[in-house]
């Protein structure tokens, strides 16, 4: 079709731009689901037409996984739910990821759950081994909820799921879910005391990414450093020097480049905008060994954060990035993040960004 789509979810609903392969001039529509928290979305191109999915939670009737082949103009909903009896509710639905086979799905929700679905999300089945995995039980809930935001399905092998909680840290299988184990070996724990900041689990991931050519090589954005893992999350290397913070929450592989990574940081915990208050992503072209600064337009007086799903790159032969950020902006790079330019402002707060050309 030569085209791209952008899907935009906000606190407020979502929003669904769309522009040709130049990605200069946009079209919006929205809001999509009014006033309902979109945490997760996902433009699926496994099919002729592209179809989008989103999570949206209503304070009123909960969460859904809605899906539309249409572009937004109209949308059927999935129902995601504990069993009966579990003693558990699905609050927010966090992360969305295509799986193997054409209608397979993945969700991470809060509290912290994966799921499957293989009928392209009308259901979905919890992944019952994880949920009874005795280390749930000492998960904390985090700042911001708990909840399983990374699923990265291996690209080649359907029995091997990496997973990552705020308050668990990475778990895998091997097995296609009937086992799990953490994966956290040299991920440092900075808010527990001196001598126990390396435990099996429990760290505070805030997000994995790799890609599929390589997916032996992870990235991982932790709420104290950036690491890297070049044996499948066996162990994780400290990759952060030259960054300006410890603190981040997206991160982001360049879809043709194994080897580039891009973050962005923030001051820390308390202070959750980025170092004296410039909008800047930093970029990797040697898997973290070195860092460059990016901020030619982007704001240099920006006193809000970008989450962990708000950066996101389309599979253009010349690849776009986008960066959206929680003063309801959203700006886009067609150049590798060497330039950017506004998408789209006076959005609600951004929560998750993603992009594909269709």
């Not at 840290?169 to 097995?175: P, R």
């Not at 950066?311 to 776009?320: K, L, M, N, S």
Request: charged share 25%.
């Amino acid at each position: 079709m030569g085209g791209t789509v952008l899907m935009v979810g906000t606190r407020k609903g979502l929003w669904i731009g769309t522009s040709d392969e130049g990605r200069e001039e946009w079209q919006f529509t929205g809001p999509h689901f009014d006033m309902e928290e979109v945490y997760s979305c996902l433009v699926d191109t496994r099919t002729d037409q592209p179809r989008l999915y989103a999570g949206a939670s209503s304070s009123w009737l909960g969460p859904r996984v809605r899906r539309s082949d249409d572009l937004g103009a109209t949308w059927t909903e999935g129902d995601i739910r504990f069993p009966e009896g579990s003693g558990a509710s699905v609050e927010r639905v966090w992360q969305l990821v295509p799986g193997h086979e054409p209608d397979s799905l993945w969700a991470g929700t809060e509290p912290g759950a994966v799921w499957r679905s293989s009928d392209g999300g009308s259901s979905f089945a919890l992944e019952q081994k994880l949920w009874d995995h005795p280390d749930r039980l000492e998960w904390g809930a985090g700042f911001g909820g708990q909840a399983f935001h990374t699923i990265l399905p291996h690209p080649k092998d359907p029995e091997s799921v990496t997973v990552a909680i705020s308050t668990g840290g990475v778990y895998q299988t091997a097995d296609g879910g009937d086992s799990w184990e953490p994966r956290n070996q040299g991920i440092r724990a900075e808010f527990l005391p001196e001598g126990q900041q390396y435990p099996p689990f429990g760290q505070c991931v805030h997000k994995v990414a790799r890609h599929p050519a390589r997916p032996e090589r992870m990235f991982l954005q932790n709420h104290g450093g950036v690491y890297r893992s070049d044996d499948h999350g066996g162990s994780w290397t400290y990759i952060a020097e030259g960054l300006p913070a410890d603190f981040g929450f997206p991160i982001v592989v360049h879809p043709h480049e194994p080897d580039t990574v891009f973050v962005f940081q923030l001051n820390g915990g308390d202070r959750r905008y980025p170092p004296h208050g410039r909008a800047r992503l930093w970029r990797s072209r040697d898997a973290g060994e070195t860092w460059s600064e990016l901020g030619t337009g982007l704001p240099d007086e920006f006193w809000v954060g970008v989450m962990r799903d708000a950066i996101c790159a389309d599979d253009h032969e010349v690849a776009g990035l986008y960066v959206g950020a929680r003063n309801g902006a959203v700006w886009g790079s067609v150049d590798s993040g060497d330039s950017w330019r506004q998408v789209v402002a006076n959005l609600p707060d951004v929560m998750a960004v993603r992009a594909a050309a269709v």
